[in-house]
Every structure is written in C-alpha cells, then in structure tokens.
C-alpha cells in the first residue's frame, strides 16, 4: 500500500523568509500525482501545488514551488517570502495512476507557524 | 472551481443517535468522496460515492456505520449512525478535479458526548 511520510511534525519561519517542509512517499507505480494541501484554522483544504510523476520540471505556483526527486521519491514543498497568512497545517498527498484508484492517500501534515 | 457547501458546519451530539451530513456541488459531478479526519490527525478516506450505485467502502469502514445516498450528480449524503465519542471528528466531501486533484468542502465538526 502506498504511504506518505511528513517527518517533520511543527516548522516555523520568519515572516519573508524561506521554508521548506518535507515529505516522502512509498509507491511501486511510474505513473502518479502529488499534492500540497494547506488547512488553516478554518479546516478547509486548500489545494496548493500539484505535481505529475511524469513531469520532470517541478511545479511553481507563485511563492510556492516543490523539490521532486523521484528516484527518491521525496517531494518537498519551498514557500518563498512567508507571509503569516501562510500559517496553516500543511498535508502531502498521493495518487496513484490514472483510471486507477481516485483515492489521495495523506501524510499526517505539518503545522506551520509563521513568525512576525 | 466549483463551489462546495456542507451542511451542517458543526454539531454535538449524544452517544448512540445518528447525524446526516450533506454536501451540495454547484455542477454535476461523476464522483464524489468522504473523508474523516480525527483530531490532530490526517485525512482518512471513508468511501466514494457514484450515482446510481452503491458507495465503495474503505477497509475499516462499513455501510452499516456510515451509509452514504448519492441521488443525483450534485449531492451526497453521509449518515455517522450511533455514534460515540470517537466518532467526534471533521468529515470532508470532497469531488474530482480535472486534473487528478480533489476539492474539499468546508467540512462538518461532529463532536460526540
């Protein structure tokens, strides 16, 4: 069974600086998609960045941008220039391949304290 | 995007009562999905929903606790049946984005005494 690993538990950052939160992924598929969720204190999900397996260039969405390595299958996401709206529970997720299972496998998240 | 509401937002309820949980999509949607996510923890898929047929359940989760209807393209229900304290939680609806994603809903915070 796929497995999404967020080993880091709590970041902080100052605000307009850098941070970067790391995720690993266990998967025996070539073909999958990845995911960054941002949940604030309201609980909604946020979707962030999505990245393909297939793709090598890493996704850029603004401030937010993502380290894929597949071979070692780690995808770690950059938030440039903090903002303290950034402050959130931030959750990595899998999915397998298309026409597969359409189910997001989750990391267990990381909270993110911004600093001003 | 679409637009995603469930109702209600948040509820607490009594051990051994039931609460149905409702998600309203803007457009017609093939799949829609719900999802538990227990105190300080992550999201955990309960089951798929399609319309017109019975809702792909989980290991872990079973019909009997969380039936789900599935009416029409752009509803769904869930019902948490006699529930418990630790039924308290967030449940997320969730549908498929055209690229592989999901949308979340605002969520409903079930708390059980």
């Known amino acids: 069974a796929q497995t999404v690993t967020q080993s880091q538990p709590e970041m902080s950052v100052q605000e307009a600086e850098t941070v970067t939160l790391s995720c690993t992924y266990d998967t025996s598929e070539s073909d999958y998609y990845l995911f960054w969720y941002k949940q604030p204190p309201s609980r909604q999900m946020i979707l962030v960045i999505r990245q393909e397996a297939y793709k090598q260039q890493n996704a850029t969405e603004n401030r937010f941008s993502v380290n894929f390595q597949k071979a070692a299958k780690s995808f770690s996401l950059k938030i440039s220039d903090s903002q303290l709206g950034d402050a959130a529970m931030y959750f990595c997720a899998y999915k397998g391949p298309q026409g597969g299972s359409e189910k997001l496998v989750f990391g267990k998240g990381t909270k993110l304290t911004v600093n001003p | 995007s679409a637009v995603i509401s469930q109702k209600p937002s948040r509820d607490i309820c009594q051990r051994g009562t039931s609460l149905t949980i409702q998600c309203q999509v803007d457009?017609?949607?093939?799949?829609m999905f719900w999802y538990r996510q227990q105190p300080g923890q992550s999201l955990t898929l309960i089951a798929t929903?399609?319309?017109?047929?019975?809702?792909?359940?989980e290991s872990g989760f079973v019909i009997d606790k969380f039936p789900i209807s599935r009416p029409n393209l752009t509803f769904s229900t869930l019902t948490v049946s006699n529930m418990s304290p630790e039924d308290s939680s967030i449940y997320l609806c969730?549908?498929?984005?055209?690229?592989?994603?999901?949308?979340f809903g605002p969520g409903t915070r079930l708390t059980v005494l």
């Open positions: 929903a399609n319309q017109g047929s019975e809702a792909t359940y």
């Open positions: 969730s549908i498929s984005g055209g690229g592989n994603e999901q949308f």
């Open positions: 457009s017609q949607v093939t799949m």
